[in-house]
């Protein structure tokens, strides 16, 4: 079966950087892409960034471009979305969600916190 | 790839049938159209792929049709499990966008 395992919830402060990981089983993971989705408090779903494996190609939603960075570590079969300096807006639920044969397989999500 | 949904909410009865509409900025590849239902505090849980194909679990009341620009999710019978937000999302090796949501609550 495809599973996608994320990290805990974290609370940060503003200006302070984090690393959230995804850690898959059950599929070949550099064949397939991944992506990371943010759902903000009582909001819709917004694509951030998507990683293929094999090949590290990136796609970065215009929206988050700079301000995050994707990576991929083929040795653990696991995702990352690094924030560089967060703001209070990005406290959300952030999970990840990968493409697998044309079926879409989702974490259970990482909750962010960011407060002073 | 911008997808836009209506109705934004909608308030119905149990029994009742319901199709919630998404329309894609530009033609999209009928394999790459996925529905999908969320609860609050739930992750977002896979109905429709390619379209039309049921996932895994997913009852016979919910069926997805479309082409082109223009795909539609219906639920023939609403039961009390079945109100919650609806989002249609477009996938593949461009950027995965998603629709702003459809709210289906009970009257």
């Known amino acids: 079966d495809v599973q996608l395992v994320q990290s805990g919830a974290d609370v940060k402060k503003p200006g302070e950087s984090l690393k959230i990981s995804c850690r898959t089983s059950g599929y070949p993971f550099p064949n397939y892409w991944i992506a990371w989705v943010r759902q903000l408090p009582g909001r819709g779903l917004d694509c951030m960034a998507m990683?293929?494996?094999?090949?590290?190609?990136?796609r970065y939603s215009p929206a988050f471009q700079g301000h995050v960075t994707i990576s991929a570590d083929r040795s653990t079969n696991s995702a990352y979305l690094h924030f560089h300096s967060l703001e209070a807006s990005d406290t959300a639920t952030y999970y990840c969600?990968?493409?697998?044969?044309?079926?879409?397989?989702w974490g259970r999500g990482t909750l962010v916190t960011v407060s002073s | 790839i911008v997808l836009t949904q209506s109705p934004g909410t909608l308030s119905l009865s149990p029994g009742e049938r319901v199709t919630l509409s998404c329309t894609a900025s530009q033609t999209v590849s009928s394999s790459s159209v996925a529905w999908y239902q969320q609860k609050p505090g739930q992750p977002p849980r896979l109905l429709i792929y390619a379209t039309s194909s049921r996932a895994t679990g997913i009852p016979d009341r919910f069926s997805g049709d479309g082409s082109g620009t223009d795909f539609t999710l219906t639920i023939s019978r609403l039961e009390p499990g079945d109100f919650a937000v609806y989002y249609c999302q477009h996938y593949g090796s461009s950027l995965w966008t998603f629709g702003q949501g459809s709210n289906v609550d009970i009257k």
């Open positions: 969600v990968t493409l697998v044969t044309g079926i879409n397989y």
């Open positions: 990683i293929y494996p094999s090949d590290y190609d990136t």
